[in-house]
């Protein structure tokens, strides 16, 4: 049965089946209960929140459901605030904010929030499951997790970074490849090229790795939750498929541009945030591609743009609005979150089947 391993039964969740832990206001509380009410796990991407933010979210979470669920964060990196933004970069931003009516190179004087407040909550609420991104968890944090017998998932691109996840004790890993939408979890600066697609990526890492494997990335139906089992993966993560339900907190806009929207106007950028992440082409990415080598690092230019990213929201201007989205987004379909895990697990069910009887 497709339902029953190692990872279903670690997580205590009936389908293996995972809501994608994207930041930023997209994961409700609505949205991280349903799914797991339905069987799957629902992620808190809770990232740029604060941690009494985070606390609230959890609480919220508790009150819709008794089911599991799961809690990221973002590893920290070092930055330099000091160094002053490149000219051009400063130009193009700035006429983005006069197209917008708001202030010129406002002053930021806050670049993320504190991890160690963040991990905290994550610890006192004892969550079921936490899972990382952009890095490797310190062992501290790691041995007071696994103390309270919370599970641990790391996330890599590539097999190097797999390999030293579980060198660090995490329980899982969740492979994610390029086609996957927002932030790439990279974390190894000196490889050549990390855009692995999921196809190549998961089985590599089964491969190399003794620890269960969840597949990510460009992950949208039943038929790519079938294909991750067949690549060894014993769970599939799906992120731009839940950014069109109802439940999400994805701005309007953002919904619209993922069903009407093809494959080709997927690309990567470092508009937004100074890290690389896969959206849905607009303005603003056009604008700042020529600069995206003199762009600051993450997360500088993630405060440096959040005034355009609020501005555009409140006024309706999707051609300067982060819309994250996967390569395949294009298959996005507009229902509850409740809804879309039975059609996931109806659709895995029917392609496995199909299969299983072509082989007799």
């Known amino acids: ?160 970074e797999a390999v030293a996840l579980e060198a660090s004790g995490v329980d899982m890993i969740a492979a994610q490849g390029s086609e996957a939408g927002g932030h790439r979890g990279s974390f190894f600066p000196d490889s050549p090229s990390n855009l692995i697609g999921t196809m190549a990526l998961v089985p590599q890492i089964v491969d190399r790795v003794s620890i269960p494997v969840i597949a990510a990335g460009g992950i949208m139906d039943g038929r790519g939750i079938a294909a991750a089992f067949a690549l060894g993966a014993q769970a599939a993560q799906l992120g731009t498929a839940f950014l069109t339900c109802i439940e999400s907190g994805a701005h309007p806009l953002h919904k619209q541009a993922i069903l009407e929207s093809h494959d080709e106007k997927m690309v990567m950028t470092r508009a937004f945030s100074g890290k690389w992440a896969r959206g849905i082409q607009n303005e603003i990415m056009t604008k700042l591609a020529p600069f995206e080598d003199e762009l600051p690092p993450y997360p500088v230019q993630n405060a440096l743009t959040k005034d355009i990213r609020a501005a555009a929201a409140k006024k309706q201007q999707s051609e300067y609005l982060s819309m994250w989205a996967g390569q395949a987004a294009a298959l996005g379909r507009e229902m509850s979150a409740t809804d879309l895990m039975l059609q996931l697990v109806e659709e895995t069910q029917q392609v496995l089947h199909r299969f299983s009887r072509s082989i007799k």
Not at 66 to 85: H, M, Q, R, W
Not at 102 to 110: D, F, K, L, N, W
């Open 1 to 160: 049965m497709w339902s029953s391993n190692s990872i279903t039964s670690r997580l205590q969740i009936k389908w293996p089946i995972i809501q994608a832990p994207m930041a930023g206001t997209v994961t409700t509380p609505a949205l991280v209960a349903a799914v797991s009410e339905a069987g799957g796990l629902g992620s808190l991407g809770a990232g740029y929140m604060t941690a009494e933010q985070i606390r609230e979210a959890i609480k919220a979470i508790r009150e819709l459901t008794d089911k599991p669920f799961g809690v990221n964060l973002f590893i920290p990196e070092p930055f330099d605030a000091s160094e002053p933004v490149a000219p051009d970069v400063a130009r193009a931003m700035n006429e983005v904010r006069e197209q917008l009516g708001i202030p010129q190179g406002p002053e930021v004087t806050r670049y993320s929030e504190a991890f160690e407040e963040q991990m905290a909550v994550v610890l006192e609420e004892e969550v079921p499951v936490f899972s990382f991104t952009f890095g490797i968890l310190d062992g501290r944090w790691l041995a007071e997790l696994k103390q309270r017998g919370i599970v641990v998932i790391g996330t890599a691109t590539t097999v190097r």
